[in-house]
């Protein structure tokens, strides 16, 4: 045999809009295909690898047990960074990629990757001191290939607080400005499974895998359960990758019972208030009086807060923010932003995450590597784990290149080079180049054709950031319902829940709230006037009975509450 992958759909999966509507068609796909490659988990690296192997034209196929970036690839602290903090273990190579693959995954999302300036304030007794600040900042810039534009600034104590006149006047000594890059990891994630669907891979949520297939000793395939049907279906493939994040070492220990634990799971939380409460100006990265570094960022009607690092041995599929881990967030802030006085009162979400990093003996959770490590079984079986959200591309890359290898070894298949470099994402290809000034533009003009139907420019960006090139399609179904029905008040709403249903995958209201949108954490005062109406809308397109939209209005409720509750 002598098979060569090239960029054609073998069975024409991108004709099926991305969306649970044709579940039972791509539930097909899944079935009756053998597929070159299998990669259980739909986060941010699955989603990378999808895409990787698919646009080198192999037979792709992605699970993921619930909602794609349900887990890790939605509960970080949402920068696509440059690993300044790496610089203090000196992993220059970190910080050499990271700034280089920023820079590759903004010009490939642009909508939903982003410049932002980022203050570092040097404070009285701090870990930073002007002139470390100076020279860790001037390596950064040099490693991370940091555009001169987006160089550092030093600032003066005058300059800094006139900047930001929150901080605090008796701690802070001056400042220097950075640039990360901020982004939605949720819908990172999810444009990069649309692009992999472009290029034929098949993506289902939902779907969890039960236990694997071996012929003659070596894995082929898997047993899964379809959650919505509780059907189970059989999927058959040359090739798995397992990367399941916080999982791996479950997925791992089930395909074989010696496999030894490989990761150690750090915690992270991160606390939401509104700006009303906190009228931050800045991005701001400051160092905490244990030496540990937060961030505090403002996004849409809020701010945000994080992150804590410690040890985490509990329960994986609902990690919860406990009061030690707020109470210390919101010490760390109020000592550099006193009168605010933040209380527990003032928060109105948290989300958790845990990062699958790699164990190391004597390590605490902060001196844990970030690198990724991929580890092998001898029935096949590939596992990666480990990384950050801004190596995702180079992660895929080379799991690419070992399957590419050892199907060419096996089958003759011919090795093509990864092309991700210039994919753009989707929502993330204009016909120009996309500098700031020009995608701000861009924005400006959809507004323009958007705003006879009262949507004022806040809104307007916001929709725009989230689905770039594909916000006129929800401005054209916003017409068309408003052509049909001159009373409907959830127009935009309706119309952003159809984009979401029929191209995204969305099946449930916490899919859409959480994951597509972001609201929970960002414009969670909002939420409670849009649950009824969310519920009547994906009950008509999914034909629910009263009682199933009963279920889901309660399901979604309970996750709504518990968002702003701790543990003890």
Known sequence: MNY???????????????????????????????????????????AGIALDAASRGLKVALIEKLDFASGTSSRSTKL????????????????????????????????????????????????????????????????????????????????????????????VLGSAIYYEYKTDDARLTIETLKKAHEYGAVSLNYICSKNFIYTNDKISGLVAIDIISNN?????????????????????KSENKNSKKRLQLTKGIHISVSKNKFPLKH???????????????????????????????????????????VEYLLKSTN??????????????????????????????ASE??????????????????????????????????????????EENYKFVACSTKTIKLAGGDFNFYPSKHKVIEYAEKLFYEAHQL?????SSDNLFYKYGNNYPKIIDKAYEYRASDKSNNNLW????????????????????????????????????????????YMAQAFSWTNQEKENQIYNFKKEYEQAKKFID
Do not use: C
């Open 335 to 364: 000592r550099l932003f006193p009168s605010l006085n933040l209380t527990v009162s003032d928060i109105s979400s948290t989300w958790v995450g845990l990062r699958p990093l790699i164990k190391r003996e004597g390590k605490s």
């Open 232 to 252: 189970e279906i059989k999927i058959n493939a040359k090739k798995i990758i397992n990367a399941t994040g916080p999982w791996v070492d479950d997925i791992r």
């Open 454 to 458: 009262n949507i004022d420019v806040k």
């Open 4 to 46: 060569e992958p090239t960029k054609v759909n073998y069975f024409m999966i991108n004709k099926l809009d991305f969306s649970n509507i044709n579940r039972e068609e791509h539930l097909t796909f899944l079935k009756s295909e053998v597929f070159d490659l299998l990669i259980i988990g739909g986060g941010i690296t699955g």
């Open 283 to 325: 991005a701001i990265y400051f160092d905490t009086e244990d030496k540990r570094m937060i961030f505090v960022i403002p996004r849409r009607n809020s701010v945000y807060i994080g992150t804590t690092d410690s040890f985490y041995n509990d329960n994986k599929e609902n990690p919860r923010a406990s009061n030690i881990d």
């Open 80 to 171: 696509v960074h440059g690993g300044l903090r790496y610089l203090e273990n000196y992993e220059f190579r970190i910080v050499y990629e990271s700034g280089r693959e920023r820079d590759i995954v903004h010009r490939n999302a642009s909508h939903i990757v982003i410049p932002e300036k980022m203050m570092l304030p040097i404070i009285k007794g701090g870990s930073l001191n002007k002139f470390m600040t100076y020279i860790g900042l001037t390596i950064y810039d040099l490693l991370a290939g940091v555009n001169k534009k987006e160089r550092k600034q030093m600032l003066n104590k005058a300059s800094t607080l006139r900047k930001e006149e929150l901080l605090n006047k008796d701690i």
């Open 368 to 409: 844990l590597s970030r690198k990724d490590e991929i580890f092998y079984s001898d029935s096949g079986l590939i596992s990666i784990a480990g990384g950050k959200l801004t190596g995702y591309r180079l992660m895929a890359s080379r799991i690419t290149d070992i399957i590419l290898k050892q199907l060419g070894k």
């Open 493 to 536: 709403l309706n119309a952003e829940i159809w984009y979401s249903i029929n191209h995204e995958m969305t099946i449930n209201l916490s899919d859409f709230f959480v994951r597509r949108t972001g609201m929970l954490h960002f414009n969670y005062e909002q939420i409670s006037d849009l649950i009824n109406p969310a519920a009547d």
